[in-house]
Nanobody, 123 residues
């Protein structure tokens, strides 16, 4: 069983930065892909970023390309989402996810979800 626990959300002004963390426990296969999603009130959960746990290609949603960076620390079993130049439209609950491939994660074919962390960007 795998558990994903997000942290690092909060309130920030537009133009500011936040770094989200996702601590993974349990048996995370090195071939797994890790991703971030977000869900704003009244909207569907949408893909934000994904990468393989052990390297490989990285994918971003067009809306965050150039502003967000996904990375990992193998020693800490943690995946990060560095968010910069934040906009009010980035306000959402952010979820960490794990799936078999980056393709499956991007298609929301996720095996494990975290509980989510709130990010609020004020104008």
């Amino acid at each position: 069983q795998v558990q994903l626990v997000e942290s690092g959300g909060g309130l920030v002004q537009a133009g500011g930065s936040l770094r989200l963390s996702c601590a993974a426990s349990g048996r995370i296969l090195s071939s797994y892909a890790m991703g971030w999603f977000r869900q704003a009130p009244g909207k569907e959960r949408e893909f934000v970023a994904a990468k393989r746990w052990n390297g490989g290609s990285i994918y971003y949603a067009d809306s965050v390309q150039g502003r967000f960076t996904i990375s990992r620390d193998n020693a800490k079993n943690t995946v990060y989402l560095q968010m910069t130049s934040l906009k009010p439209e980035d306000t959402a609950v952010y979820y960490c996810a794990a799936g078999k491939t980056t393709g499956s994660v991007r298609n929301k074919e996720v095996d494990y979800w975290g509980q989510g962390t709130q990010v609020t960007v004020s104008s």
